[in-house]
């Protein structure tokens, strides 16, 4: 599912259970020794995950330590980024020369709890959501906003080392892809401004899943999702 919202140079690996015979290395046992259940099967298929797509890749395997704010530490010249929700668990990977940066993330496709959507939404985005619901209401758009700016700043922290918070991404969402709008200056993408974000998304099997890849080779010339198959979006 995943894979079809990245571009051909990003190895992607999901589950949708837990494999019950998941064997981490020693290093990684370690980062989890005191965690519980939910954490560890988190934790262990998130893992799998990732190591499944560095196989792909054609990495050798090896620990995946915690990096800067809990985040994997890769191995050298690689990108990656993983998530997990209930019953779905993900990670991607890219080789840096190919890709300048990655972030997913995946979320249950159900109502946000009350009063989260004021905390992690601008005026101007709410409107927005209330414009969409009227077209379809029956797909959850809180929701939808939450992972792609949840996606926005796994993107945005590996190239600016510096915090985003939610009312610092204004996004406008379309069929199946987003628009990332900065509001926090001074970051540079291959020396250039970095202003935007562009990503897809979409819904099925209960879950929202959301991600953006920038290729190097396309970094200024056209959004992240051009060229990639239109898929069924919603369900």
């Known amino acids: ?59 050798p395997p090896a620990p995946l330590l915690r990096g800067e704010r809990g985040a994997p530490k890769w191995p050298a010249r690689i990108i990656g980024s993983i998530t997990h929700c209930a019953a779905y668990r993900a990670a991607v990977v890219a080789r840096a020369e190919q890709v300048r940066t990655l972030g997913i993330d995946a979320e249950p496709h159900a109502p946000l ?13 709410r409107t927005h959501l209330a414009e969409l619901s009227t077209v379809h209401p029956d797909t959850h758009w809180d ?4 992972s792609c700016k949840e996606t926005v700043y796994k993107a945005w922290y ?38 935007a974000f562009t990503g897809r998304w979409l819904v099925r099997k209960g879950l929202v899943v959301s991600a953006i890849a920038v290729p190097n080779r396309s970094w200024g010339d056209r959004p992240t999702h051009e060229g990639h198959p239109q898929t069924n979006l919603l369900g």
């Open 158 to 195: 590996p190239i600016t080392r510096q915090w985003l918070g939610f009312e610092d991404a204004r996004l406008e969402l379309g069929t199946g892809t987003f628009t990332a709008h900065l509001r926090k200056e001074g970051a540079e993408l291959a020396g250039r401004p970095l202003t």
């Open 1 to 59: 599912m995943i894979e079809e919202l990245l571009p051909a140079e990003v190895s992607s690996a999901e589950a949708f259970t837990d494999p019950p015979d998941v064997i981490l290395f020693p290093e990684e046992e370690a980062l989890i020794a005191h965690a519980r259940d939910k954490r560890r099967r988190e934790f262990t298929t998130g893992r799998w995950c990732a190591h499944q797509a560095l196989s792909r890749l054609g990495v």
């Open 113 to 125: 709890p009350a009063g989260v959507l004021n905390v992690v939404s601008l005026a101007a985005e």
């Open 143 to 146: 929701r939808i906003l939450f």
